[in-house]
């Protein structure tokens, strides 16, 4: 009887499966029998966390509606929750209050999942300090929560500070090297009352890396300025990064900045206004801005710049959510095309608190919600390329302190992801109840003299009082309130 049969048998006489005869029974050249394996850990289906996909593009909260107060929360927590044992997540912001991602964060480490965080040493919050006690403060270690001392590359004083806002997993779900920057902090202040975005994108294992080396200098918690960096995963063109073709490029702060050397000058030279549309025509490139803080002197030179290419013949619209009158007065001087088109997100929940700021009997506006989002968008000619579709994002404001902090300046180049922003900035421009207007319009009264004959003829003076209305630049009427927030 062959040796095969043989066991056979034996199997049946001892009650043994099929599945147990050994590998080595099974003669050379033979085939093995065909059985069912055993759905073992091993052998199952991919579980639900291992399906998930990272989110992807750019995500907006809304202030003003219930239901998009923690759209951007959700999607962090939910990638929190994603991150499988062995993986690491790194978070970067100014600011951290938020219980649920101070939850989910102790959840992922107690799971097996590396956890670090870098924030500003402003405050020491209740979340700051119950992820603390989980990980611990030893930025050395694989796991630590630490704030530096002002910025974390720039100087020690009592100007700079830490600003970036970036997030990277480097898993989550099937979704490797995940990263997402833009305005968001970590806070319920940044939830409920104020516009934010935060982009999302993965699968770039360089630039990832990049964000990590990034990430890891700032951790050293420099005392004298770091030079800036520059990156972009791996250039487009092989050699150098370059907004003009590469799909991210960024730069992280401190980067000191003049009227001649600024970021946003650069990027807004490169913005062709006008463009031969080949019909005889021509295409106004797009510009829009919404931005949380424009004011001192860098607010001044860029607010320039920016109504500069409105005269040029961009069609070009700024919001903000605070500004400082003469920076206000520079982006809305007249010029031949008229003023250009500005709006505030700075608005009152309560418009009838009577909070009279300035003793005029007026009720003056107290800031509950606002823009914190810092980025530009612009469709049209780019550095001689037509129909460009970009958006610069990240932490930096157009103010005079920015370049010497620690901030993060991206761009990304895309038609469907600049619409989105484009569709978000619209969202707030075009509602009454999201921004206001941010001229003014006053009455000039004067008199205008007409000549009438009497019944004999007598020639006699006539005078009428004439109100025309005259669009002026006025301080805008607020105080900063207990929600706003200074970064």
């Known amino acids: 009887m062959p040796r095969l049969l043989v066991l056979f048998a034996l199997c049946l006489v001892l009650g043994a499966p099929l599945a147990a005869v050994p590998a080595a029974a099974v003669p050379v050249g033979g085939v093995a029998p065909t059985v069912a394996p055993a759905m073992g850990a091993a052998q199952a289906a991919p579980s639900a966390r291992e399906r998930w996909k990272a989110p992807q593009g750019p995500f907006f909260n809304d202030p003003r509606r219930k239901q998009g107060w923690f759209r951007i929360e959700r999607k962090v927590i939910d990638t929190i929750k994603h991150t499988p044992r062995g993986s690491t997540i790194r978070i970067a912001v100014y600011s951290f209050d938020r219980m649920p991602v101070a939850k989910a964060l102790i959840a992922a480490h107690r799971r097996g999942v590396k956890v670090q965080m870098i924030l500003n040493d402003h405050q020491y919050t209740k979340a700051m300090r119950a992820v603390r006690r989980e990980i611990g403060a030893k930025r050395y270690r694989s796991s630590f929560i630490y704030r530096c001392t002002a910025g974390c590359r720039s100087k020690q004083n009592q100007y700079n500070n830490m600003h970036t806002k970036f997030y990277s997993f480097s898993r989550a779900g099937r979704s490797k090297d995940v990263l997402a920057v833009g305005s968001a902090n970590l806070m319920l202040n940044a939830d409920k009352h104020q516009w934010n975005d935060l982009y999302f994108t993965s699968g770039d294992h360089e630039l990832f890396r990049q964000f990590v080396r990034l990430f890891n200098d700032m951790r050293k918690d420099h005392d004298t300025r770091q030079p800036p960096q520059f990156f972009c995963g791996t250039p487009a063109n092989g050699v150098a990064c370059d907004d003009s073709v590469d799909k991210h ?42 931005m949380h803080t424009m004011r001192g002197r860098r607010g001044d030179y860029l607010a320039a710049a920016i109504r500069q290419k409105w005269i040029e013949g961009c069609k070009v619209r700024v919001m903000y959510g605070l500004i400082g009158y003469h920076t206000k007065r520079v982006v809305g001087a007249p010029t031949p095309r008229g003023r250009i088109p500005l709006r505030s997100t700075g608005l009152d929940f309560n418009p009838d608190d009577d909070y009279d700021l300035n003793k005029d009997g007026k009720d003056d506006l107290i800031l509950s919600y606002y823009s914190h989002q810092k980025y530009v968008a612009i469709q049209g000619t780019y550095n001689g390329t037509p129909d460009t579709n970009m958006v610069v994002t990240g932490s930096a404001n157009w103010a005079s302190l920015s370049p010497g902090n620690d901030e993060l300046w991206m761009s990304i180049r895309g038609k469907k992801l600049t619409r989105k922003y484009v569709k978000n900035f619209n969202y707030q421009w075009r509602s009454k109840r999201n921004s206001r207007n941010a001229y003014t319009t006053t009455y000039v009264n004067f008199r205008v003299a007409r000549t009438v004959r009497d019944e004999d003829g007598t020639p006699r003076t006539v005078w009428r009082t004439v109100r025309r209305p005259v669009t002026t630049i006025e301080r805008d009427p607020y105080r900063k309130g207990p929600y706003w927030e200074a970064d």
């Not at 490029?249 to 463009?275: E, F, M, Y």
């Not at 031969?276 to 021509?282: F, H, I, L, N, R």
Request: proline share 10%.
């Open 249 to 290: 490029t960024v730069w992280a702060w401190p980067k000191p900045s003049g009227p001649k050397n600024d970021l946003v000058l650069d990027l807004l030279g490169k913005v062709q206004c006008l463009t031969p549309d080949g019909a005889g025509g021509q295409k106004r490139s797009r510009i829009a801005v919404s």
